[in-house]
């Protein structure tokens, strides 16, 4: 069975690193392009950064440019996002989900992990 | 920039239909998929390429894509529909996938 298994949320104060990690297994993950989705508490789904099976080609959200960097290891059916300079409004759950290129729909999504971040 | 717009809210009595419409220009050109999210849980995926099903789908779920508005179409409600909807959509031009507004589903 396909899955994503993320780790590394928690609480932070404004201004903190967190480092999220994103395990995949039951599927050839060094094919898969990888997202990380967040959902802010009561609001909607936001795509915050992707990084392509090879890592060629790496994509964030204008709300995280220049403070998140994503990035994997496919020899570990890793993926990671690295999040510094973090703002209250970057509070959410944090998703990691996989996407084939070709198919370009969101196929495997982990159970979430919660970022807080306050005071 | 592509915009996806769902309505906030569609309430629907058991028995009876809900249609959740997403909205973007020209959509029609382009596939769109549509996910359930229940309370506390992730996302899964209900239809894909405008109007397939997953393996493991009810029947009762539908979709469509015509001109700039997509359709997901749940047929006979039921209580365990109640979730909040989201469309999607990969835009080739940017190379990148976009998101709708998200539609709460309230079963009366």
């Known amino acids: 069975e396909a899955q994503l298994v993320e780790s590394g949320g928690g609480l932070v104060q404004p201004g903190g690193s967190l480092r999220l990690s994103c395990a995949a297994s039951g599927f050839t993950f060094s094919s898969y392009s990888i997202y990380w989705v967040r959902q802010g508490p009561g609001k909607g789904l936001e795509w915050v950064s992707y990084i392509s099976s090879g890592s060629g080609v790496i994509y964030y959200a204008d709300s995280v440019k220049g403070r998140f960097t994503i990035s994997r290891d496919n020899a570990k059916n890793s993926v990671y996002l690295q999040m510094n300079s973090l703002r209250v409004e970057d509070t959410a759950v944090y998703y990691c989900v996989s996407l084939l290129v070709g198919r370009y729909y969101f196929e495997h999504w982990g159970q979430g992990t919660l970022v807080t971040v306050s005071s | 920039s592509y915009v996806l717009t769902q309505p906030p809210s569609v309430s629907v009595a058991p028995g009876k239909t809900a249609t959740i419409t997403c909205g973007g220009n020209n959509i029609g050109s382009k596939s769109v998929h549509w996910y359930q999210q229940k309370s506390g849980q992730a996302p899964v995926m209900v239809i894909n390429f405008d109007s ?57």
């Open chain 2, 52 to 108: 397939d099903r997953p393996s493991g789908i009810p029947e009762r779920f539908s979709g469509s894509n015509s001109g700039n508005t997509a359709t997901l179409t749940i047929s006979g409600v039921e209580a365990g529909d109640e979730a909040d909807y989201y469309c999607q959509v990969w835009d080739s031009s940017s190379d990148h996938v976009f998101l709708g507004t998200g539609t709460k589903v309230t079963v009366l």
